[in-house]
T-cell receptor
Framework: GENVEQHPSTLSVQEGDSAVIKCTYSDSASNYFPWYKQELGKGPQLIIDIRSNVGEKKDQRIAVTLNKTAKHFSLHITETQPEDSAVYFCAASYHDYKLSFGAGTTVTVRA | KAGVTQTPRYLIKTRGQQVTLSCSPISGHRSVSWYQQTPGQGLQFLFEYFSETQRNKGNFPGRFSGRQFSNSRSEMNVSTLELGDSALYLC?????????????FGPGTRLTVT
């Protein structure tokens, strides 16, 4: 099955700086790569996703890049704000309804 | 539009008992997936239902089962509960429209087995 590795496990950044989270996947057939943000006591919230026919996607301060050859994808958050503090999960999927998740990255934005 | 709702939000059960969790998807969504989230194993896929049919199942024992009703609402059942079943159980719904397969999660049901 698909195996997704996510790094780093924790990330502390100064407010206004950028944060980068990296994931690798094992199944070359995977073609859908969403990112989720989970705040304490809540379910994961979809923040951005990318499909294998696209190399980069941006939504305001959030961007995701995908390198299919190397089988890795990354989340970039620019101009971080305190409300960006949360746990972030990457995921990969071939059958879109079966997501394989990374272990998560706890992001702390220091004011 | 209302999001995914899950009931109950919290549940405490004793080893050996069974439990049923409920999920109501976003209106118009026909696919419901279930995931288990634990600190040790992270988020793991349990199963997915579409139009009342289970289409895929993760690597969980047969004690974990589910079903989906004609209105797309779904339930999952865990029988003969073990301490290791303590987890946050998340349900996600998807519209399954042409080329749009985003999954939206509910707040989860926190199950504690004592």
């Amino acid at each position: 099955g698909e195996n997704v590795e996510q790094h780093p496990s924790t990330l502390s950044v100064q407010e206004g700086d950028s944060a980068v989270i990296k994931c690798t996947y094992s199944d070359s057939a995977s073609n859908y790569f969403p990112w989720y943000k989970q705040e304490l006591g809540k379910g994961p919230q979809l923040i951005i996703d990318i499909r294998s026919n696209v190399g980069e996607k941006k939504d305001q301060r959030i961007a995701v890049t995908l390198n299919k050859t190397a089988k890795h994808f990354s989340l970039h958050i620019t101009e971080t704000q305190p409300e960006d503090s949360a746990v972030y999960f990457c995921a990969a999927s071939y059958h879109d309804y079966k997501l394989s998740f990374g272990a998560g990255t706890t992001v702390t934005v220091r004011a | 539009k209302a999001g995914v709702t899950q009931t109950p939000r919290y549940l405490i059960k004793t080893r050996g008992q069974q439990v049923t969790l409920s999920c109501s998807p976003i209106s118009g969504h026909r696919s419901v997936s279930w995931y288990q989230q634990t600190p040790g194993q992270g988020l793991q896929f349990l199963f997915e239902y579409f139009s009342e049919t289970q289409r895929n199942k993760g690597n969980f024992p047969g004690r974990f089962s589910g079903r989906q009703f004609s209105n797309s609402r779904s339930e999952m059942n865990v029988s003969t509960l073990e301490l290791g079943d303590s987890a946050l159980y998340l349900c996600a719904s998807s519209a399954k429209l042409a080329n749009r397969y985003e999954q939206y999660f509910g707040p989860g049901t926190r199950l504690t087995v004592t």
